[in-house]
């Protein structure tokens, strides 16, 4: 009869212990879907921040192409303004740089 007490006792502390085990699997579901939630929450953040960031060197990388544009616009305009102030040595720049280029190419 002692025998069947203990066996009761245990069948009881087995219950108690699958129990206690289902709530504590129960916990560990609901932990693993609230840090579902939140890896999406933070991915949408990232990419947020990314689609900004990259919105926001689109709009450097067309100020740069401006500026490079009006540099290069003005480089060209004093470089007119000067072939006209001084034809002659435009025209001697040039020529020795061809004669120049050409040695240099001819050497290979």
Do not use: C, W
């Not at 609901?30 to 689609?51: G, I, P, Q, T, V």
């Not at 003005?74 to 040695?103: F, N, W």
């Amino acid at each position: 009869m002692a025998q069947a007490m203990d066996t009761a006792v245990r069948g009881k502390k087995n219950g108690h212990a699958r129990g206690a085990l289902k709530a504590r699997a129960t916990d560990v579901l609901d932990d693993f879907s609230e840090l579902r939630k939140d890896m999406n929450r933070l991915a949408e953040a990232a990419n947020k921040a990314a689609r900004a960031e990259v919105k926001h060197a689109g709009q450097r990388l067309e100020g740069l192409g401006k500026e490079l544009r009006t540099r290069a616009s003005d480089g060209r305009e004093y470089a007119v303004e000067k072939v006209r102030e001084h034809p002659g040595a435009a025209l001697g720049i040039t020529l020795g740089a061809g004669l120049l280029l050409g040695l240099l190419l001819s050497r290979r």
